[in-house]
């Protein structure tokens, strides 16, 4: 997903500011609260530990942590989130995974298939592209920051697959098994993640050309600005030429 994720980081880099900092706001509490299903102390719950971790790299406020932690366990109203994954593809054929959080199924899958038709795809039937893509934790460092060396020397350790060169950052591939005991252990090293998650790999990836490769990005920023999305994945890489004109 190379071309895919260095779109993604030209992205956290530039920030689209307030707008893209509410969504991430959004985004991660919906996660704790979800995660606190499994029961709200984060150090008995891997999952909460996680979303926790992923609400502090974006800035989520303390108190929003603790109020969407409440909302999991039944303790404060809103807790009634539910999490459904669509599939389809885009132009070109390009297979798109939408993980979403919602509390309103019918009023999601309609903006969602809305968006589908009108950037160009179609939703697929479910198990239709979810087969290409391989659950993974991914972490995300400054290459400013660190070195290839400095994170494969305490990665190799703590069960770290891969690092991958994804233009000004590094990221590192993980078994979700392995995530979180990864996470800490850069952690506990000084050593500060951009971004923790657990994603949706695509097991290959399609070249696309420039004028596809708009498309798909316009189809998948639609995706991303909706309310109840949580993320989007999809199995392109992005031509260079665009990739630039994006720098």
């Not at 985004?27 to 299903?37: C, G, H, L, M, V």
């Amino acid at each position: 997903m190379a071309g895919h994720s260095k779109w993604k980081n030209i992205q956290h880099r530039k920030g689209r500011q307030d707008a893209k900092r509410s969504k991430e706001f959004t985004r991660a509490a919906k996660e704790i609260i979800i995660a606190a299903r499994g029961g709200g102390n984060p150090d008995y719950n891997p999952r909460l530990r996680s979303a926790i971790a992923f609400a502090k790299s974006v800035s989520l406020p303390k108190d929003r942590i603790e109020s969407a932690i409440r909302k999991g366990t039944g303790e404060e109203a809103g807790g009634d989130i539910f999490e459904i994954t669509y599939e389809g593809y885009g132009p070109g054929g390009i297979a798109i995974l939408v993980e979403v959080a919602t509390d309103n199924r019918n009023r999601t899958v309609a903006e969602v298939r809305h968006i589908f038709t009108k950037h160009g795809g179609s939703m697929g039937e479910l198990g239709s592209v979810n087969w290409m893509f391989t659950q993974k934790g991914v972490l995300t460092f400054e290459k400013t920051r660190y070195t290839e060396d400095a994170l494969m020397e305490i990665g190799l350790e703590y069960g770290a697959e891969d690092i991958v060169d994804e233009g000004d950052f590094w990221e590192v591939h993980s078994e979700p098994g392995n995530f979180d005991s990864l996470r800490q252990a850069y952690e506990d090293a000084g050593i500060e993640a951009e971004s923790a998650e657990i994603s949706m790999l695509p097991q290959n990836t399609i070249s696309i050309d420039v004028e596809t490769g708009r498309k798909i990005l316009r189809l998948v920023e639609a995706m991303e600005d909706n309310d109840d999305v949580q993320q989007v994945h999809a199995n392109f890489d992005l031509p260079d030429e665009l990739l630039a004109e994006m720098e």
